[in-house]
């Protein structure tokens, strides 16, 4: 299993990881308790506004994940510093999403989802914005990879 030093690009896409592990766990729990936790770290990092909107992407993909996907998808808790083969797909989606290549995320989407996966596909296109500028935000105060791992 890969590590998430090594599959995520910095810091934002480390805590969009956390954060989409925390949502998931929320969904597959129903524990609220999980979703705090997914605002409390992001708020912490981005503050209230910025943290707010970052976990609000990620519950657009994780939400989309999760009704276009054909079967389960594996992930691993948030404070794990490796990735299942689903996380690094995710990731990856998310990378793509961020540098506007959309061919290739509606490709992946797709791929991830084992069908066409638009509402995915939307939602990494949706989110993009937001973690990148997490990534602006993080780069300067925190050094790779003392965040989370």
Not at 2 to 26: K, N
Not at 69 to 94: K, N, Q, Y
């Amino acid at each position: 299993m890969r590590r998430v030093a090594e599959a995520c690009g910095d810091e934002a896409e480390i805590l969009a990881l956390s954060v989409a592990r925390f949502v998931a766990a929320g969904y597959m729990t129903g524990d609220i308790a999980c979703w705090d936790a997914a605002f409390n770290g992001a708020e912490e990092l981005l503050g209230s506004h910025e943290g707010g909107q970052f976990v609000a992407g990620m519950v657009g993909i994780v939400r989309a994940l999760r009704v276009e996907r054909e079967g389960d998808w594996a992930f691993m808790p948030a404070s794990c510093c490796r990735l299942t083969g689903h996380e690094c797909a995710l990731v990856a989606l998310i990378g793509r999403g961020r540098r506007g290549a959309w061919d290739e995320v509606a490709q992946d989407a797709a791929a991830l989802a084992g069908r066409a996966a638009p509402r995915l596909a939307a939602a990494v296109r949706a989110a993009a914005s937001t973690i990148d500028a997490a990534a602006v935000r993080l780069a300067p105060s925190c050094p790779r990879p003392k965040i989370l791992h």
